[in-house]
């Protein structure tokens, strides 16, 4: 109120007025002061009586992460399920390859989005992955025993495949929320927090099971060790009802049948600086607790190793009875500590914790005073007030136009994105710009600053362009390079010879990886739009450009990749193979944000939707088909040393044979990915979208 009050004082006595005569100066500023003071309190009552897109948000980052975490686990539980029902590499691959596969499908549960509404598609994907992975549960488990091996397949394979289109749901739904109800400014940074939700998922969910089940139960044998990991499956199904269904009905508003508009663009956004630094700190805590367990865990194993196994006693050494009166001794041991922790100790405060990292920033939300909505309003009353059409009434730029920046900008100087208000705000001269423009540029879920693209394809006419052809080889091989992670990592190591427990560090490591390099990835690419780039990578980038192309990251992704399985594919040990996993995770995260971003800006975004879900989707499905199914399962299958007597033994392979050409095959192929993302660089249309970004 002050700050508008000082404003009408300071722009009536900035007037330029040569006949005092025609202008009573007192009057003037008395009249300016009220109706600056009167169109304040009208538009500060408005503002409160209109909701923000906060509970909203808080239902985006809730949700994402069940989406990332019943998508990317399936390694963490593949052996143990390919031991419950004895099923054979290729069966096992069959399985893996189902889930993502269903990403040609993905169209459907967009429209389902569409139509029905995030909300119901939303509880709708959050209900009906409970149910599916409870049943999955149910038939792994053999607590119902399926003799036909084919009828159980295609069981499984279903089962699968429903539970990645309730995945799609939640995720269509979780960014059509933030599409539609976040202003330009902030809907990178909100999209870019989602997707690390997703990323760290899988991480944080093994952390999770480790934390309730034991992280290292499973490997101590005994009668039931093998469907301790399957119980993950039934943890999944509880939590995708309790962060995806119950936020939905809680925090998601019903759509109005009558209502022409979207309930979610009638949300004003009211995201500010502090908001998203909440959610940067939850998701770096979650990376760092994910790591810090896993390597922790790593350690205690290989301790374990170290000094002679679980019992600690070698029986070579000491007399049988002895040995076994020990080890006997040492299980009841174990057994009492695991009850005492499971039940009320350092077990269940870990399990507290992350769900605390994973629930907090998201909930804080609510309780954050949300940004202030009178910027635009204040600004055209103040405008309308200070300039009647007469020239010789101008403001001057540099006395008043700082004082109205500090004025309407006080919650948003700080970002480090571009801003809808900050671009419009700084440097703005009165006379400029007509006040409708800065009313559209300024309102909540503007996607178009002043400058719009002219380009807007759908589907068919994207799919007639080169660069949607390059864009997709890029993706399909890179996401395909990282869904081999995913869903192989339980066989790799158990190719290698390693623990259990390096399974667990490496599926969390690739989870944390992946997910901090989505946050990242988007937040550098839009510096770097406004970055010179350096004289020596000039002759790689077109001299129109004005700063560094998001296609440029690609190219970063595809060197990375190739490092990566370069690395995995000539590791024996398991500090060198740790270290190409996190690789891997870096570059398939690098890939998610890029998808969305360089969709919109080749393409438009009237049709987003549709474009970036046809790259998803048929990157997932034909990536994790060609290289995870097609290739790795070959190359898997002819280094199996065959048994004569049959059984478990025809199924596995031993030795670094079994997936180094695979992984030699994926760097050869992430290498043809850097040609394609140069002349993604090279295209005209990266070339004026990058320099149309730096404008606005």
């Known amino acids: ?17 040569e006949n005092e005569s025609d202008i009573d100066i007192s009057s003037h500023m008395d009249s300016m002061s009220e109706n600056s003071l009167i169109n304040f309190r009208s538009i500060h009552k408005s503002g409160q009586q209109q909701s923000t897109n906060l509970p909203l948000l808080t239902a985006c980052y809730i949700s994402a992460l069940t989406v990332g975490a019943t998508t990317y686990a399936f390694s963490f539980y593949s052996n143990d399920l390919k031991t419950s029902l004895n099923l054979s590499q290729n069966q096992l691959d069959t399985l893996s390859s189902a889930t993502f596969c269903a990403g040609i499908f993905s169209w459907l549960p967009g429209m389902v989005v569409d139509f029905w509404g995030a909300r119901r598609a939303m509880a709708l994907g959050g209900t009906s992955n409970a149910i599916i992975l409870s049943l999955y549960w149910v038939i792994a488990t053999e607590h119902v025993k399926l ?66 089940f034991g992280s290292s139960s499973y490997e101590e044998g005994g009668s039931d060790s093998k469907l301790k990991s399957l119980n993950f499956l039934l943890m999944a199904a509880v939590l995708s009802f309790l962060a995806a269904t119950l936020p939905a009905l809680l925090f998601l508003p019903k759509q109005s049948p009558t209502s022409p508009t979207s309930a979610y663009q009638s949300r004003r956004d009211g995201t500010r600086s502090i908001h998203f630094r909440v959610v940067y700190v939850g998701l770096i805590s979650l990376g760092i607790w994910v790591v810090g367990t896993s390597l922790l865990n790593l350690r205690l194993d290989e301790q374990a190793k170290n000094n002679g196994g679980a019992s600690g006693v070698d029986p070579s050494i000491l007399n049988k009875t002895l040995s076994e009166d020990i080890t006997m001794a040492r299980e009841l ?3 009492s500590r695991v009850l005492i922790s499971s039940s009320a100790g350092m077990n269940w405060g870990n399990a507290f914790m992350i769900l605390l990292l994973w629930w907090g920033p998201a909930l804080s939300l609510l309780c954050l005073p949300p940004r202030n909505e009178f910027a635009g309003d204040a600004t055209d009353s103040i405008e309308e007030n200070a300039y009647d059409g007469n020239d010789e009434h101008n403001l001057e730029t540099d006395g008043v136009n700082g004082r109205v920046d500090a004025c309407i900008n006080v919650e948003d100087e700080d970002t480090f994105l571009h801003d809808g208000i900050g671009r419009v705000s700084f440097g703005l001269k009165y006379g400029e710009i007509s006040s409708s423009e800065l009313d559209d540029s300024l309102g909540a879920g503007s996607d178009h600053v002043l400058d719009a ?17 390059l864009m997709a080889w890029t993706y399909l091989i890179l996401v395909g390079g990282g869904t081999l992670m995913t869903t192989n990592i339980g066989q790799m190591t158990e190719a290698l010879g390693f623990d259990h427990a390096t399974t667990s560090a490496s599926l969390a490591l690739f989870s944390a990886a992946q997910g901090a390099s989505r946050v990242c990835t988007g937040i550098a690419s839009e510096i770097s739009l406004g970055w010179s780039p350096p004289r020596f990578c000039r002759c790689l980038l077109s001299s129109n450009d004005t700063g560094i192309p998001r296609p440029a990251f690609l190219v970063l992704a595809s060197l990375v990749g190739a490092a990566a399985h370069f690395v995995l594919a000539i590791s024996t040990s398991e500090g060198a193979f740790v270290f190409g996993v996190t690789l891997a995770g870096l570059s398939f995260g690098m890939v998610w944000p890029m998808m969305v971003l360089i969709t919109g ?3 438009g975004v009237a049709h987003v939707g549709a474009n970036y879900m046809w790259f998803d989707g048929m990157s997932s499905a034909v990536g994790t088909l060609l290289i995870s199914k097609v290739v790795a399962q070959e190359v898997y299958d002819e280094h199996i040393v065959r048994e004569e007597s049959g059984g478990e ?29 140069f002349a993604l660089i090279k295209n005209p249309w990266s070339q004026s979208s990058s320099r149309r970004d730096v404008a606005s």
């Not at 002050?2 to 722009?11: A, R, S, T, V, Y």
């Not at 309730?166 to 997707?195: D, M, P, Q, R, Y």
Request: aromatic content about 10%; proline content about 1%.
């Open 601 to 603: 800006e080749f393409f």
């Open 147 to 212: 003799h036909d091996i084919e009828f159980l397949m295609f069981l499984l394979s279903a089962l699968s495949v429903v539970t990645f289109m309730g995945c799609a749901l939640i995720t269509g739904s979780v960014f059509k929320v933030i599409v539609e109800s976040c202003s330009s400014g902030t809907k990178g940074k909100a999209v870019g927090c989602a997707k690390g939700y997703v990323g760290v998922g899988s991480g944080v969910y093994v952390c999770l099971f480790g934390a309730l």
């Open 1 to 17: 109120m002050d700050c508008l009050d000082d404003h009408g004082i300071h722009l009536a006595t900035s007037l330029d007025i």
């Open 453 to 469: 693209s002219d380009r807007e394809f759908t589907l068919l006419q994207m799919l007639r362009t080169s660069p949607a052809w």
């Open 333 to 335: 041991f174990d057994s």
């Open 649 to 677: 033994g025809n199924f596995k392979c031993t030795g670094l044979g079994c997936f180094a050409m695979t992984h030699a095959i994926v760097s050869l192929l992430s290498l043809t990915c850097i040609v394609s993302s």
